[in-house]
C-alpha cells in the first residue's frame, strides 16, 4: 500500500491488521510529508507484520525496488496530497505526487500482473467525491457521472482515475477506484476541518468558517471507509468505479455548531460555545455540495455506514483530548490547546 503514514492509510492498517491478524503483511511506502508521521503507528496489532519504506512514489525506480523485493499481491494506493488550500498556492505538487506518482505504481503494478497474473490480485485507487464537481442543494454523484473537477487538487485527482481507467482498459491490470466523501475519525492531520475546530474551541480561539458557513459535505467515519475499501479490495468487479458515501449531509455552520457542544459536554467546558464562531473570507472557487450515491457498493459488495454521526465525532474528540503527545509530536513543539490549563483535568 502507499501513503500508510497518513490518516486513512494508518487506520486502514489497523483495520487489516484487527481482522486478520498475522496472516497478511502490510508494505508500506511513504515519503513522510508533513501530514504524514510514523506516530500513526505506535501501537498497531501486528508491528512485524508492518513493513515501512521511505520512498517517494513518483520516484519510479524506488518503487520497482519495493516491488522486486516484496513482491506485493495487490496495492491499495492513499498516498495523495488532498488539501485544497495548498494546491490553490501550489498546483504543482499535487500534480508530481497524484500524477506520476500514480503512472509510476501503474507501471510496476502492471510489470508485476503481466509476471504473476494469478499472484498480483488488484489494483485499488482511492480517490474523492470531488472529481465530480459541485453540486445544486439536490442530487447525488453517480459512478457514471462526468468528471468536473474544480481545483487543482480535484483536477490532479480525475486524472489520476482516468489514468487507472486506462490501465484497466488498455493493458487488462485489473484495477478499482473508490471515491469517497468527507472522511473524519482519529489521527487526521490537524489542518483538516474537523481537527481546527476541535483545536480552536479547546484553546477558546476563533473557529472559522469559511463564507457563510453554508457549503455542505456528506461525513464517513474512516473505520467505515477501511471496511468498504476492505471489500474492495477483496471482492471488486474488475475496471468498476465504487462510491462510497455516508449520506450523511451537513451544512459547515451546523457542523462547527454540533462540534462545539460535543466538546463542551466532554470537557465541561460552558466557554465552549457559537459565540467562538468567526466568518473568514470564503475559498476561492468553493465548491457548494458534495454528495455521493453509494448504491452501487452496497447492492454489490454489501457495504454500508455502520457508525452513528454523533457516536463517530465523540470518539474522535474523545481521541483528539487523550493523544495531546500526537499533535506535539507532529507539529515539534509544544501545543498550547492540548497543554492548556482549560484542559488539564477535565478528562472525565
Not at 4 to 15: D, E, L, Q
Not at 167 to 177: A, C, E, K, R
Not at 206 to 219: E, F, L, Q, T
Not at 304 to 323: E, H, I, M
Request: aromatic share 10%.
Amino acid at each position: 500500500m502507499t501513503g500508510g503514514a497518513g490518516f486513512i492509510g494508518s487506520n486502514f492498517i489497523r483495520h487489516v491488521q484487527n481482522r486478520y491478524g498475522r496472516s497478511v503483511t502490510v508494505v508500506d511506502i511513504d515519503k513522510l510529508t508533513y501530514a504524514g508521521t510514523t506516530e500513526n503507528f505506535r501501537d498497531l496489532p501486528h508491528p512485524d507484520r508492518h513493513i515501512f519504506v521511505k520512498a517517494d512514489i513518483a520516484d519510479r525506480k524506488a518503487v520497482a525496488a519495493v516491488f522486486r523485493k516484496y513482491k506485493p499481491e495487490a496495492v491499495v494506493h492513499f498516498a495523495a496530497e488532498t488539501h485544497v488550500d495548498r494546491s490553490i498556492l501550489d498546483p504543482f505538487v499535487f500534480l508530481t505526487t497524484n500524477v506520476n506518482g500514480t503512472v509510476a505504481l501503474l507501471e510496476c503494478s502492471l510489470e508485476a500482473w503481466k509476471k504473476e497474473p494469478k499472484k498480483f490480485r488488484r489494483f485499488v485507487h482511492v480517490s474523492t467525491d470531488e472529481v465530480y464537481g459541485s453540486l445544486g442543494p439536490r442530487g447525488s454523484s453517480k459512478e457514471g457521472d462526468p468528471l468536473r473537477p474544480r481545483s487543482p487538487y480535484s483536477a490532479s485527482k480525475a486524472s489520476s482515475d482516468l489514468l487507472v481507467q486506462s490501465y484497466g482498459h488498455t493493458y487488462g491490470l485489473p484495477v478499482s477506484i473508490t471515491r469517497c466523501t468527507n472522511n473524519y475519525g482519529p489521527a487526521q492531520f490537524p489542518e483538516k476541518f474537523i481537527p481546527v475546530i476541535v483545536e480552536s474551541g479547546l484553546a477558546h480561539r476563533a473557529v472559522p468558517v469559511y463564507g457563510k458557513g453554508v457549503n455542505v459535505r456528506d461525513w464517513l467515519f474512516v473505520g467505515d471507509h477501511c471496511r468498504a475499501l476492505d471489500l474492495v479490495l477483496r471482492k471488486g468487479r474488475d475496471g468498476a468505479v465504487y462510491n462510497i458515501g455516508g449520506r450523511n449531509e451537513w451544512p459547515n455552520l451546523k457542523l462547527v455548531g454540533l462540534l462545539l457542544k460535543i466538546l463542551s459536554e466532554l470537557t465541561g467546558d460552558r466557554a465552549i460555545g457559537p459565540s467562538l464562531i468567526r466568518f473568514v473570507a470564503d475559498r476561492p472557487g468553493h465548491d457548494l455540495r458534495y454528495s455521493l450515491d453509494p448504491s452501487l457498493i452496497r447492492k454489490e459488495l454489501g457495504w454500508s455506514p455502520l457508525t452513528a454521526f454523533r457516536d463517530g465525532l465523540k470518539a474522535t474528540v474523545r481521541w483528539y483530548l487523550d493523544n495531546a503527545d500526537w499533535l506535539r509530536k507532529i507539529k515539534g513543539r509544544e501545543h498550547d490547546l492540548f497543554m492548556s490549563k482549560n484542559y488539564k483535568g477535565r478528562r472525565g
